[in-house]
């Protein structure tokens, strides 16, 4: 502003004069409230002109007086805005600093000086006074060149000394003494640097003053600000307090945000290792927890206890035909039940799906096996889940420690043999004995090697053919056999049931189905004629969602008639849940296909339930043949299940018939047809061609 004011005057000295330029000029001033004036002066220090129509005639020539002569000059000699020194300047009746700058003609002639007086309290003063709103600081401003005093902050408007002497020579050498004793630098060094520099220093009366000084190069100014080292400890001490306020108020509320973030965590780590030791579905103990706390029951001087292992019967049908849903909610009710009778110290455990664990502390025979009796009672209620009445077993076996097993997986694997002794008869309990593990590890034997049965050509199906009493040929019933390459030829007794516990069983049945209809099919094309086969199915296959749909369908690939195919069920799967049976067994009556009924009269059947059952045929089982010369009850029996039979309208099919006085006496009771070694062994598909042809038998 002080520039381009300058050249205005030197280009039209009438500027002065100029009312829109004097408006400007002031309403500049306006917005800087620290300028008081601005005046124009010759180099002869005479002032000229000075804003707000000030009558400069009063002012006093800069170079005459005293405290404005040497700054004067010395802006005359330099090219930059200099700070005059701060004096009390009457016409204002104001302290000011004045800034001044020579303004040159094009040659460098200095034409005029612009100075500009500024209020010292609302300059300097404000700065500091900003800076330090306490006022705990004396702070000084002062001139290089000659130390005389720019600013004091604890100046007054009397106090002419501060301003009219130069700063004090002893002062000076204290400071500087100070400033090498700390720093080793002297004023030059730190001149040169610009660095803000802090000491303490002894001032006047031997009083300890802490001193911060900073060199403006571009004012030549030096600024010190010094105040009582016991306000810089008081102040400290405060500051401590203060920070060790904050310090234990962060600390506390550190101790309780950690706090706080150690019981969540705490309590997130308890939710996940109850988790993760807890079955979802039942809330039960799993086996992780078992495994993670079986040292509570298993360790140097712990005393005897039983290991209960529970698996339930009948259960993967129900899940497989009504869905997860259905078996979980069933689960749900059976975990309540089993709860209900749990005994003092023990703990159940759901170790699978369908398997459970009770641990306790009885050792005692009777009071063990009364306990798996109260079990097994307890799991064979019926259950109602979605209208339905839902029917399952359980089979036990049990193991003692350490009789049975010095580790916890020795007894467990202990009573899983014990467990499958029991599952050949259902609903049934066993303690473990040694004699048992010879059994168990056949079983996995043939487990393991039946896994690859099929796609090694083991597995092949055999042809049982049904005749009449008077020798005429009916029809075959198709039966899976196994030529193991390790085990030699495995009886079907031996290795269904484990395919049916390992859940091999939905594989094999479909193979049973597809090569039997492809075989029956291959025979009757060589033959060029049609015959009846029977199927067995498995509970597995028959509650497949689909099932029936795929069955059917392989039977028209093969342009089989629907007609000629059976179906052969096992009585004990009637008992599972007959709302549930019924239509499944009448998607396939309504296919054309007959029913058969299998080992009838070892089951549980009553006339009400068969006489809603869609049988076509039933089959008497083979241990009620083998007896009936032998046992008269038995006799009895075949004669009532043939009467039973006829009343409901269905065919009679006898099995394991082996003596023509077996035929003699199922004819004379009625039977419609008979299977077994008196006439022909179960025989390849080449051998059942040769066998027709043999007996030319014409349907």
């Known amino acids: 502003m002080l520039d381009i004011l300058g050249q205005r005057f030197i280009e039209d000295t009438r500027y002065k004069n100029n009312i829109s330029s004097m408006r400007m000029l002031d309403a500049a001033l306006l917005e800087s409230p620290a300028i008081t004036s601005i005046a124009i002066v010759n180099p002869q220090g005479k002032m000229l002109f000075a804003t707000h129509g000030l009558d400069v005639s009063r002012f006093p020539n800069l170079i005459e007086q005293e405290e404005s002569r040497e700054s004067f000059l010395a802006v005359m000699q330099s090219q930059n805005m200099m700070f005059g020194r701060t004096y009390f300047f009457k016409p204002f009746n104001d302290w000011i600093v004045p800034i001044r700058k020579a303004i040159r003609d094009s040659e460098g002639n200095v034409k005029l000086v612009i100075t500009a007086a500024l209020r010292l309290q609302d300059s300097f003063g404000f700065i500091v006074r900003n800076a330090d709103k306490n006022d705990r600081y004396n702070t000084l401003i002062i001139r290089d060149?000659?130390?005389?005093?720019?600013?004091?902050?604890?100046?007054?408007?009397?106090?002419?000394?501060?301003?009219?002497?130069?700063?004090?020579?002893?002062?000076?050498?204290?400071?500087?003494?100070?400033?090498?004793?700390?720093?080793?630098?002297?004023?030059?060094?730190?001149?040169?640097?610009?660095?803000?520099?802090?000491?303490?220093?002894?001032?006047?009366?031997?009083?300890e003053y802490l001193a911060s000084l900073k060199y403006d190069d571009t004012y030549k100014l030096w600024f010190l600000s010094t105040t009582k080292m016991d306000i810089v400890s008081t102040a400290f001490a405060n500051l401590v307090k203060i920070y060790l306020s904050i310090f234990v108020?962060?600390?506390?509320?550190?101790?309780?945000?950690?706090?706080?973030?150690?019981?969540?965590d705490k309590k997130r780590n308890e939710d996940l290792l109850y988790q993760a030791t807890h079955d979802q579905l039942t809330g039960m103990p799993n086996r992780s927890y078992l495994q993670t706390n079986i040292y509570n029951w298993i360790h140097d001087v712990t005393q005897p206890f039983s290991l209960l292992y529970i698996d339930l019967d009948r259960f993967k049908s129900i899940n497989d035909s009504f869905g997860h849903q259905c078996g979980d909610q069933l689960l749900l009710d059976l975990a309540r039940r089993l709860q209900s009778v749990q005994p003092k110290d023990s703990i159940i455990i759901r170790h699978g799906g369908d398997e459970f664990v009770v641990l306790t502390p009885s050792v005692d025979t009777d009071e063990v096996m009364a306990l798996s009796r109260k079990v097994i009672e307890t799991i064979c209620k019926p259950y109602r889940v979605n209208n339905l009445k839902l029917h399952i077993g359980a089979s036990i076996g049990i193991a003692q420690y350490p009789i049975h097993g010095e580790s916890f997986d020795i007894l467990l694997r202990s009573a899983d043999i014990a467990m499958y002794?029991?599952?050949?008869?259902?609903?049934?309990?066993?303690?473990?004995?040694?004699?048992?593990?010879?059994?168990?590890?056949?079983?996995?034997?043939?487990?393991?090697?039946?896994?690859?049965?099929?796609?090694?050509?083991?597995l092949f199906m055999v042809y049982q053919p049904q005749v009449t009493p008077e020798g005429d040929f009916y029809g075959v019933e198709a039966l899976l056999r196994w030529q193991s390459a390790t085990l030699g030829f495995v009886p079907p007794d031996r290795f269904i049931s484990v395919a049916e516990t390992s859940g091999q069983m939905p594989a094999i049945g479909n193979f049973i189905t597809q090569q039997t209809l492809k075989d029956v099919k291959e025979v009757q094309s060589?033959?060029?004629?049609?015959?009846?086969?029977?199927?067995?199915?498995?509970?597995?296959?028959?509650?497949?969602?689909?099932?029936?749909?795929?069955?059917?369908?392989?039977?028209q690939t093969n342009n089989l008639d629907n007609a000629?195919?059976?179906?052969?069920?096992?009585?004990?799967?009637?008992?599972?849940?007959?709302?549930?049976?019924?239509?499944?067994?009448?998607?396939?009556?309504?296919?054309?296909?007959?029913?058969?009924?299998?080992?009838?009269?070892t089951g549980y059947s009553s006339l009400s339930v068969l006489r809603r059952l869609p049988i076509d045929e039933l089959k008497i089982d083979k241990s009620f043949i083998d007896v009936m010369f032998v046992d008269e009850s038995s006799q009895k029996m075949v004669q009532n299940i043939i009467m039973i039979g006829k009343n409901l309208e269905m065919d009679i099919v006898a099995e394991?018939?082996?003596?023509?006085?077996?035929?003699?006496?199922?004819?004379?009771?009625?039977?419609?047809?008979?299977?077994?070694?008196?006439?022909?062994?179960?025989m390849r598909k080449e051998a059942l061609v040769q066998y027709i042809e043999e007996h030319d038998i014409v349907s």
Do not use: W
Not at 431 to 445: H, R
Not at 665 to 682: E, M, S, T, V, W
């Open 526 to 555: 060589t033959l060029n004629r049609s015959f009846h086969t029977s199927i067995n199915i498995s509970v597995r296959q028959l509650m497949e969602v689909g099932f029936a749909e795929r069955f059917i369908q392989s039977i």
């Open 421 to 458: 002794e029991s599952k050949k008869i259902k609903n049934s309990i066993h303690l473990f004995e040694d004699k048992m593990e010879e059994g168990y590890l056949q079983n996995v034997k043939i487990e393991q090697a039946l896994r690859s049965a099929i796609s090694d050509d083991e």
């Open 249 to 264: 108020a962060v600390e506390v509320m550190l101790y309780a945000l950690v706090r706080v973030i150690f019981n969540a």
């Open 564 to 601: 000629s195919i059976t179906l052969e069920i096992t009585e004990s799967l009637f008992i599972e849940d007959i709302d549930h049976i019924v239509p499944l067994l009448q998607e396939f009556k309504d296919h054309g296909l007959e029913i058969s009924m299998d080992d009838f009269g």
């Open 145 to 207: 060149n000659d130390q005389y005093i720019q600013y004091a902050s604890n100046g007054t408007a009397d106090n002419y000394e501060v301003y009219r002497s130069s700063f004090s020579a002893e002062r000076l050498q204290s400071i500087e003494k100070s400033l090498s004793q700390h720093y080793a630098h002297s004023k030059d060094e730190l001149k040169r640097t610009g660095h803000i520099v802090s000491f303490p220093y002894t001032g006047d009366e031997s009083v």
């Open 656 to 682: 394991g018939v082996e003596t023509q006085e077996q035929v003699n006496i199922l004819k004379a009771f009625g039977c419609d047809r008979i299977q077994g070694y008196h006439f022909a062994k179960p």
